[in-house]
């Protein structure tokens, strides 16, 4: 029964079971999180979602916004925070799918910490692992034919014949970044078995999230959403809400309702053996991280152009050959927001070409509206090659004078092979938290969050850079 056994592992779950490699990991995504938490929050959407439900709140007041000092209740918390996280797309990934796994979990594991504190810092890991660990392993369990039935249907034929993932269709952070949440929260809850196998329960019909929002302030919303789920799960399962023993293998259940096809029992033996949490990687542009290769390699291509004295603006022809994934996600020609530019293969490689680099500023609405970026990107063609890896590209730039510069990322900047260095996670998040608090504020929350495992009262680091 692969929902007790789910259960049954995360509750037993202890600190000292978790290898080093794997408690590095959960660090570092818990402090990248908490950047693009607080420094996401200046995008439109967690604004507008606080403005929106805030004459509704309640007066319980026992948890944070990250970016503000404004206390709200846990649930509120959890909803605005995930927003924020993902406003920027500029979270964490998984290796082996397009999972965002810290965003629903940390939103709703540090809202619930708050409330029912003090939590500290190893058995707020030790949650926060056991989330990631089920997440990410059901996540595979139905990967790549996720979503590929009922509602889905229409699709199949188109997937298989470019050879795309189905979760393309799907945001799938959010159809198991509830679980995720629950099983984190439910760990925090010392929930018994019964009770935990209730909370994936509940948390596996809250199922949200489409492609079709890609671009717009829903996105976001749809980690937001998968935190607030899951922390509802596990809180209804904790006053006796009754829901499915067996939510995620049972004949109508998770598994069958989301993919065609499913591997619980294999994927779920290797709970305690192969650590999911180890194949995190972190972002190096705020945006959807099949557009990294190309990138990384414009980049490369504008670098190599000023050393020979080339003049970026008399750039007549950009190729990138990518691979199919790119255009089915990005192929956004004329991108009008800072959000919709983040979905735009042709948006990206202008700004890699014209700033040398692509953090937030250059996925603002000013940047997406800039002429001289506007007019590059007409100069962007893109091709499909299925030989070509999701984390590789071959670009080139071709000049006036009839010179062209080519350049091959085999593995981009951010990818398992080529990850960020600790250094570099670090300048991220000062870089974010620093333009939306000052630096030495967010040098201060940096050293609480990076210091985590020190914490009595992981729900006090928020108070502690104010």
């Not at 269709?169 to 760990?187: P, Q, R, Y």
């Not at 790119?326 to 202008?350: C, M, R």
């Not at 609405?365 to 506007?374: L, R, S």
């Not at 996670?425 to 504020?441: D, H, S, W, Y």
Request: aromatic residues 8%; charged residues 15%; proline residues 5%.
């Amino acid at each position: 029964m692969a929902t007790k056994s789910l259960a049954t592992w995360a509750l037993a779950l202890n600190f000292t079971n978790i290898p080093s490699p794997a408690i590095d990991l959960a660090i570092k995504s818990v402090y990248n999180w908490a950047g693009c938490a607080i420094g996401g929050y200046s995008q439109p959407a967690p604004g507008i979602a606080f403005q929106a439900i805030q004459p509704y709140i309640g007066a319980q007041k026992n948890a944070t916004i990250l970016r503000t000092d404004i206390a709200v209740d846990l649930q509120t918390a959890a909803l605005i925070n995930g927003i924020a996280s993902h406003a920027d797309d500029y979270d964490d990934t998984h290796r082996d799918n397009s999972i965002h796994p810290s965003g629903p979990i940390l939103s709703a594991l540090l809202a619930f910490a708050q409330s029912r504190g003090p939590v500290n810092g190893h058995d707020f890991i030790t949650a926060f692992v056991a989330g990631v660990e089920a997440e990410c392993k059901l996540g595979i369990a139905v990967w790549p034919e996720h979503y590929n039935v009922g509602w889905r249907e229409f699709f199949s034929i188109y997937l298989l014949s470019v050879h795309i993932a189905a979760d393309s269709l799907i945001d799938i952070t959010s159809t198991v970044g509830s679980i995720g949440a629950a099983v984190a929260v439910g760990k925090l809850m010392k929930l018994n078995v019964p009770k935990m196998q209730k909370a994936i329960g509940l948390a596996a019909v809250q199922v949200t999230g489409m492609h079709e929002s890609f671009g717009y302030d829903a996105k976001p919303f749809h980690v937001g959403r998968a935190a607030q789920n899951g922390l509802m799960a596990a809180l209804l399962s904790e006053r006796n809400f009754s829901a499915s023993m067996e939510g995620l293998e049972g004949e109508h259940g998770w598994a069958k309702v989301v993919s065609t096809r499913e591997n619980l029992v294999l994927e779920l033996v290797s709970l305690g053996e192969v650590w999911e949490i180890t194949r995190n990687t972190f972002k190096p542009f705020p945006c959807d991280r099949v557009i990294h290769a190309p990138i990384d390699g414009l980049i490369q291509v504008r670098k190599q152009a000023l050393e020979k004295g080339f003049d970026i603006n008399t750039i007549t022809n950009v190729t990138a050959r990518c691979h199919p994934r790119v255009l089915f996600l990005t192929d956004t020609p004329n991108p009008e927001t800072g959000l919709q530019a983040k979905f735009s293969i042709y948006h990206a490689a202008a700004v890699a070409l014209l700033y040398g680099e692509a953090g937030p500023v250059q996925f603002s609405d000013e940047v997406a509206q800039n002429a001289t970026v506007k007019a590059l990107r007409p100069k962007v063609h893109v091709t499909s090659d299925t030989a070509v890896g999701s984390y590789a590209a071959f670009v080139t730039a071709t000049f006036e004078n009839g010179q062209t510069i080519e350049v091959h990322v085999s593995n981009t900047i951010g990818s398992y092979k080529n990850p960020l260095k600790t250094k570099d996670l670090q300048a991220k998040f000062l870089e974010q938290v620093g333009r939306e608090i000052g630096p030495e504020r967010a040098t201060k929350a940096f050293n609480a969050y990076a210091n985590i495992l020190d914490s009595t009262d992981v729900g006090k680091i928020v108070k502690s850079y104010q």
